[in-house]
């Protein structure tokens, strides 16, 4: 079927983190990452048909949801998952949590490459465990891996996992091979474990190709343990399923103990139906989406370019976060932020939440119809241009 992504589907009033958080009626969310689009036909038949069972008490997950899980993994992307390597899980964030809390001891280091999603820090923090970053070079508006000073830090003994995003957020890069298997090759050497969150890994545009970490060598296979799920590529973070691929045996015990321990290894009949259904019958819906994303993001590049030229829009490879150069209005992104809140009632994510070299960032969600984000960019815009002289 065709789906009609221009069209608005009200989320205001519906308890909406992304729609609900701020008071303002006329409020435009070009923040959280989820998107404003109904999910697929299919998720939506099958999650009614659910419904109207009647009867939702505790569910087990069935083969069909492991089946769901490799058969995409394999068509996708050439990664063929074995049945017990795949741990079923509430999301991708307390799996992190929880296997920071089972892989290390209070006072061991965890490497991140800064710029990077907020949650990798109190991931790591709540842990009683020290971030250490290997800080992205942002180099011609493109942000490049800086691999001596990777090695430089993968070497302290102290340093006992490293969390790769990919692709990255909010970089938006989708990783070479090039680049994986040099990182993986340092973090062989040192001994460090790699967690490679891959949870945007379906939103790739053209041109571009994700590859799963644990695909590129048998080595880095029992030294990674990768974490995927439906909720960015199918809008399903509402259902709570996600899914960690740990190869290793030995690490497979104790993945699957820190999940039990911290109760989040449970998830709803709701979560299993719809994403047994996604990856079974999605694909159309996804291939729709990611057109309709990739023009979003060609209309953003060509508005900033013709209304607001001094900005600088780092190219998108994959998600649908377009991270936003704004340095040359000497304002940090959380004053930005909050101008453009009580101003105009625009909400966006402030560089500053992603560490160290982004404080004059904003990231935007374009996961949304073009008249909401034509809106939103017309309100950045009379913010910008109508800033008061030094």
Not at 33 to 61: C, K, N
Not at 136 to 144: A, F, V
Not at 178 to 201: A, F, M, N, P, Q
Not at 279 to 302: A, F, M, P, R
């Amino acid at each position: 079927m065709i789906y009609n992504f221009d069209k608005i589907i009200s989320r205001r009033g519906t308890d909406s983190v992304k729609w609900n958080q701020q008071d303002y009626a006329d409020l435009i969310p070009l923040w959280v990452a989820d998107m404003d689009f109904p999910a697929s036909q299919p998720v939506i038949e099958a999650l009614t048909e659910r419904v109207q069972h009647g009867v939702y008490g505790y569910a087990r997950v069935p083969d069909a949801f492991y089946d769901a899980v490799s058969g995409w993994s394999e068509r996708k992307h050439g990664f063929q998952l074995q049945r017990e390597w795949i741990l079923p899980v509430l999301g991708v964030v307390p799996a992190l949590s929880a296997i920071v809390a089972a892989l290390t001891e209070s006072g061991d280091k965890v490497l991140i490459q800064e710029p990077v999603y907020h949650c990798f820090f109190s991931s790591i923090e709540r842990n009683g465990c020290e971030v250490v970053s290997n800080d992205l070079l942002y180099q011609d508006g493109q942000y490049k891996i800086d691999f001596d000073d990777f090695e430089t830090k993968a070497s302290d003994p102290k340093v006992k996992l490293f969390i790769l995003c990919s692709p990255h957020n909010p970089a938006g890069r989708v990783w070479t091979k090039t680049e994986l298997e040099r990182l993986g090759e340092i973090c062989l050497k040192h001994d460090v474990l790699v967690i490679s969150d891959e949870i945007h890994c379906d939103l790739v545009f053209e041109g571009y190709q994700h590859i799963p970490f644990g695909t590129i060598n048998p080595l880095f296979l029992t030294n990674t343990i990768t974490c995927i799920a439906p909720s960015k590529t199918f809008n399903l973070a509402g259902l709570q399923a996600a899914t960690v691929i740990v190869p290793d045996p030995l690490l497979n015990k104790k993945v699957q103990h820190a999940f039990l321990v911290n109760e989040i290894a449970s998830i709803s009949p709701f979560a299993i139906t719809g994403l047994i259904a996604a990856y079974q019958q999605g694909e159309d819906w996804l291939k729709q989406v990611l057109v309709y994303i990739h023009d979003n993001y060609s209309y953003l590049k060509n508005f900033i370019a013709e209304h607001l030229p001094t900005l600088k829009v780092v190219p998108l490879e994959g998600t649908y976060l377009v991270w936003v150069d704004c340095s040359a209005f000497k304002l940090s992104s959380r004053k930005l932020g909050q101008m453009l809140l009580q101003d105009v009632h625009l909400q966006v994510n402030v560089g500053a939440m992603y560490g160290k070299g982004s404080d004059c960032f904003i990231r935007l969600n374009i996961a949304c119809s073009r008249s909401i984000l034509d809106e939103g960019l017309v309100r950045l815009k009379n913010v910008l241009l109508n800033l008061p002289e030094e």
